[in-house]
């Protein structure tokens, strides 16, 4: 699939599930082409969330956009299957949990997904190189994960240096995301540094006037990344 770079991914996280459809819908109707589903099992992340039933529910809603679902579980080839049969076009699982990563990976492509790695704000990103040739996308988490709203790490935005350069180094084409804590104030440096995807949650569904936030923060970044190029 091909899309305008950088790309602003609204987390469904931070929506208010009472009026869900019609958040996403604004999304839409403001120029949004990814959705992010973040899934959380109260193991590897302190929280519940929701599960393939509401990401089955977001493609009914949004049968165009792109599904980016990040599953912060353990164990996460038990639930491959039924996220992609859900309507997932890319799927993340965390280095943290797969303790037979590129297995991980193969299974996720062969049901029909994207694959996407996500490190965790401790992790180092060296530790991925021996997968960097079989993924899509590299996630770096800019919070430690299980909690919506948190305040951004700042180091990451030397993480994401990183991995471009490393990306580089390898004239590889994944894509590189970021979640946590994206605003209006950091969003500008992320696509400086290289970032593609920025997942924005409460920066974007907790605006006064979402249209607006969604047109301001796609602007900074592309300004960021008009400045990189």
């Known amino acids: 699939?091909?899309?305008?770079?950088?790309?602003?991914?609204p987390s469904i996280l931070a929506a208010d599930f009472s009026k869900l459809g019609s958040e996403i819908q604004i999304c839409?109707?403001?120029?949004?082409?990814?959705?992010?589903?973040?899934?959380?099992?109260?193991?590897?992340?302190?929280?519940?969330?929701?599960?393939?039933?509401v990401v089955k529910t977001v493609r009914k809603?949004?049968?165009?956009?792109?599904?980016?679902?990040?599953?912060?579980?353990?164990?996460?080839d038990n639930f491959v299957e039924d996220f992609a049969d859900a309507?997932?076009?890319?799927?993340?699982?965390?280095?943290?949990?797969?303790?037979?990563?590129?297995?991980?990976?193969?299974?996720?492509?062969?049901?029909?997904?994207?694959?996407?790695v996500v490190v965790n704000p401790a992790t180092s990103i060296e530790l991925l190189r021996p997968i960097l040739h079989e993924v899509d996308l590299v996630l770096i988490m800019s919070v430690n994960p299980g909690f919506g709203g948190q305040a951004f790490i700042p180091s990451s935005i030397e993480k994401v240096t990183q991995l471009a350069s490393i990306r580089e180094e390898l004239n590889l084409g994944f894509l590189i995301e970021i979640d946590g804590g994206v605003t209006q104030k950091n969003i500008k440096s992320l696509?400086?540094?290289?970032?593609?995807?920025?997942?924005a949650g409460s920066s974007v569904f907790k605006a006064d006037y979402i249209p607006q936030r969604i047109s301001d923060l796609i602007l900074l970044?592309?300004?960021?990344?008009?400045?990189l190029a």
Request: charged share 15%.
């Open 28 to 53: 839409i109707d403001s120029g949004i082409q990814w959705i992010h589903c973040d899934i959380m099992d109260g193991h590897f992340v302190p929280n519940i969330s929701y599960g393939p039933s």
């Open 87 to 116: 309507g997932a076009d890319l799927i993340s699982v965390h280095y943290e949990t797969c303790p037979h990563l590129h297995r991980t990976i193969q299974n996720i492509k062969l049901n029909g997904c994207m694959a996407g």
């Open 221 to 227: 970044a592309r300004s960021g990344a008009a400045k």
């Open 1 to 9: 699939m091909n899309f305008d770079l950088p790309i602003l991914a």
């Open 191 to 199: 696509t400086v540094a290289g970032t593609d995807v920025l997942v």
């Open 61 to 76: 809603i949004a049968p165009d956009a792109f599904l980016d679902v990040h599953l912060m579980i353990e164990d996460p």
